[in-house]
C-alpha cells in the first residue's frame, strides 16, 4: 500500500538538520542573554509535548550545576512560589494556558518570562521579556516532531553539550529497519531516567496521538512497582538510556518485546516518532490529522 506524502514525515527527516542549526544558535549572544542565568531559580512550562520536553530541561540544567530547575504544565504552575525566571516552551505561541499564565505575570514583581517558540509574530512573543524563535523547526503537521526536539538540542548545547554524535545517531534512526514486533504489539510501555523520563513520556504520547496506540510511560525504577503486570507477549517495552539492572531479565519472563538500542534518548526517539506514522498507516489513519486534536490549544 502506498501512503500520500506526509508533512509530519518529512519533519521527523528534517531532525538531524534543525539540530545542527540550533547547536549554532545556542552559541549566540542573543541566546545567551535570553536564557536564564546560572544560579538562578528557574520554571520551564508548557503543555502536552512541550511539558514533556520541560521535563527535560528541567533535569539537564540541574545536571549540568545551573541551578534548581522546575517544569510544570502551564495551566499547573504554582504561582506561589518564587523564580527568577520563567521559560515558556510553545511551538505555535498561541496556547490558552500559556498565553493566560504569561499574561497574569506581567504586573507585578514576577519573574523575568522567556519563549521558545516557532513564530517570531505569535501572541506569546508580546506576554515576554526575551524570545528564542526556533522558526526553522517550525512545522505543518498538528503532532510536534522537530519543534520539540529542536528545541531539546537548542537547550543541551546551550549547556555545553557537543551533539555532534547525537545528530549521526539521529541520522542513523532515520533508516534503521523498524522492529517487527514492535509493529504488531498492541500494548507499549516506555520507560526512562534522568533526561529520558520526559522522552518516554513524549513517545507515548506519539505513539497515542498518531497511532490510537494503547501506550503507558514511567520512570524506569517504578516500572516494576506495579505497571511491570500489565506486559506481556503482545507488548513493547521501550527502554531509554541504560536499563537498570535486572530489568531486561525480569522483561524476559513476561515475553514482552524489548527495545534498548543504547542511542542517545534524543535520537531514539525518531525510532518512535517513525513507528508511530507506521503503526498509523497500517490501521488506515492519516498522522497528520489525529483524531479530536488541533495544531493548538485555543480555548474561548
Known amino acids: 500500500m502506498t501512503h500520500p506524502s506526509r508533512h509530519v514525515s518529512a519533519e521527523i527527516a528534517d531532525q538531524p538538520s534543525a539540530w545542527v542549526q540550533a547547536a549554532k544558535l545556542a552559541l549566540t549572544e542573543r541566546v545567551h542573554d535570553a536564557l536564564p542565568e546560572r544560579g538562578q531559580r528557574v520554571a520551564v512550562i508548557g503543555c502536552g509535548?512541550?511539558?514533556?520536553?520541560?521535563?527535560?530541561?528541567?533535569?539537564?540544567?540541574?545536571?549540568?550545576?545551573?541551578?534548581?530547575?522546575?517544569?510544570f504544565p502551564a495551566s499547573e504552575f504554582p504561582a506561589h512560589r518564587s523564580y527568577d525566571t520563567l521559560v515558556a516552551l510553545t511551538r505555535s505561541g498561541t496556547t490558552t494556558e500559556v498565553l493566560r499564565l504569561l499574561d497574569s505575570l506581567r504586573n507585578g514583581k514576577g519573574p523575568r518570562t522567556v519563549t521558545i517558540t516557532?513564530?517570531?509574530?505569535?501572541?506569546?512573543?508580546?506576554?515576554?521579556?526575551?524570545?528564542?524563535?526556533?522558526?526553522?523547526?517550525?512545522?505543518?503537521?498538528?503532532?510536534?516532531?522537530?519543534?520539540?526536539?529542536?528545541s531539546l538540542?537548542?537547550?543541551?548545547?546551550?549547556l555545553g553539550e557537543d551533539l555532534t554524535a547525537v545528530t549521526r545517531q539521529g541520522?542513523?534512526?532515520?533508516?534503521?529497519?523498524?522492529?517487527?514486533?514492535?509493529?504488531?504489539?498492541?500494548?507499549?510501555?516506555?520507560?526512562?531516567?534522568?533526561?529520558?523520563?520526559?522522552?518516554?513520556?513524549?513517545?507515548?504520547?506519539k505513539l497515542r496521538e498518531a497511532s490510537q496506540s494503547w501506550t503507558e510511560s514511567y520512570p524506569a525504577m517504578e516500572f516494576?512497582?506495579?505497571p511491570i503486570s500489565v506486559v506481556g507477549p503482545a507488548s513493547t517495552v521501550w527502554v531509554f538510556n541504560s536499563p537498570p539492572p535486572g530489568l531486561l531479565e525480569e522483561l524476559q519472563m513476561t515475553g514482552a518485546h524489548v527495545e534498548a538500542s543504547g542511542l542517545d534518548p534524543m535520537a531514539d526517539l525518531i525510532r518512535v516518532q517513525r513507528l508511530a506514522v507506521a503503526r498509523a498507516e497500517a490501521n488506515g489513519l492519516n498522522p497528520d490529522e489525529p483524531r479530536h486534536l488541533t495544531r493548538s490549544v485555543v480555548l474561548s
Do not use: C
Open 224 to 226: 516494576r512497582h506495579g
Open 118 to 150: 516557532a513564530d517570531p509574530d505569535a501572541p506569546v512573543v508580546e506576554l515576554v521579556h526575551h524570545r528564542v524563535v526556533l522558526d526553522f523547526a517550525d512545522e505543518k503537521s498538528i503532532v510536534q516532531t522537530r519543534f520539540a526536539t529542536t
Open 49 to 71: 509535548t512541550s511539558f514533556f520536553m520541560a521535563q527535560s530541561f528541567a533535569y539537564l540544567r540541574e545536571r549540568a550545576g545551573h541551578g534548581e530547575t522546575d517544569a
Open 153 to 158: 538540542a537548542l537547550w543541551r548545547a546551550w
Open 171 to 205: 541520522q542513523a534512526a532515520l533508516a534503521d529497519a523498524l522492529p517487527s514486533r514492535a509493529l504488531e504489539s498492541a500494548q507499549f510501555t516506555f520507560l526512562g531516567s534522568g533526561m529520558s523520563v520526559g522522552i518516554a513520556n513524549e513517545a507515548a504520547l
